[in-house]
């Protein structure tokens, strides 16, 4: 029989594993005669290393790189809730987000935070864009698990309001919201223009009843807060109760 070791997974790292085996020790068994990096035995279980926070070998805090002899008690703990790490601690990170996550990447545009999305990114691309400094989101876990990405989050809901809802909390954007600020469908950030400046491509409706506009800087596109202002405003109020 192969020598093993014993993995007891924490608070949200459980989300990797199977219903049945949440919280429960897990055994791992390791090849003859080497000692395993600590962060392989995790990645084998399921577990991105970018989403542990700590790890214990036999009680004794360690760096994730340390090698696993036969017969270790591992213990893996999540990040508490804002404070994965990312690129720098002042205001939000900016994000990139895999192909499958085109409506929250529009919702975080909404909310002001900086993200990077194309439906025809390549996880190459994806992994070098993480790598360069940008947080990750992303449903697909072995993407995630690429040695190169340093900051990142596995995106527990499937649902776009929900993983809304996920981001804010999971990195504590919520004192960081800034609406208006950047375009949803390119990301470039708005600037504010004079209405005179933008009347020939108004609606007569609009042009008679507001009088501040933005204007996305890269594709042109305008915006106010009009009706469509306010129904996003209430339905963020919903979104992100607490
Ligand atoms: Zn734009």
């Not at 025809?120 to 360069?132: K, P, V």
């Not at 690429?146 to 809901?157: E, L």
């Not at 981001?167 to 005179?196: D, F, G, T």
């Amino acid at each position: 029989m192969l020598p093993q070791a014993g993995i007891r997974l924490y608070g949200e790292l459980n989300d990797f594993l199977p219903e049945r085996r949440r919280g429960k020790r897990l055994v791992v068994s390791l090849p003859r005669g080497e000692h395993p990096a600590l962060k392989h035995l995790l990645a084998s279980v399921g577990v991105p290393p970018v989403e542990v926070g700590y790890a214990l070998l036999n009680g004794e805090r360690v760096p994730l790189t340390l090698g696993v002899p036969p017969a270790s008690e591992i213990e893996a703990h999540p990040y508490g809730r804002g404070r994965s790490p990312r690129p720098s601690n002042e205001g939000a990170p900016p994000f990139v987000l895999d192909n499958h996550l085109g409506r929250l990447a529009s919702y975080l545009r909404i909310l002001g935070f900086d993200t990077l999305y194309r439906n025809d990114f390549q996880d190459g691309e994806l992994t070098r864009m993480a790598a360069a400094g940008r947080v990750l989101l992303t449903r697909d876990r072995q993407l995630l698990m690429r040695k190169a990405i340093r900051y990142g989050h596995w995106m527990r809901s499937k649902e776009p309001r929900e993983q809304l809802r996920e981001v804010v909390e999971h990195y504590a954007l919520r004192e960081a919201i800034a609406p208006m600020q950047r375009c949803p469908r390119c990301n470039a950030p708005l600037e504010a223009v004079a209405k005179s400046a933008v009347l020939e491509e108004l609606e007569p409706l609009t042009r008679l009843y507001y009088e501040e506009f933005k204007r996305c800087t890269a594709c042109g596109q305008i915006y106010w807060k009009g009706s469509h202002y306010e129904r996003m405003r209430r339905w963020l109020e919903e979104v992100l109760a607490p």
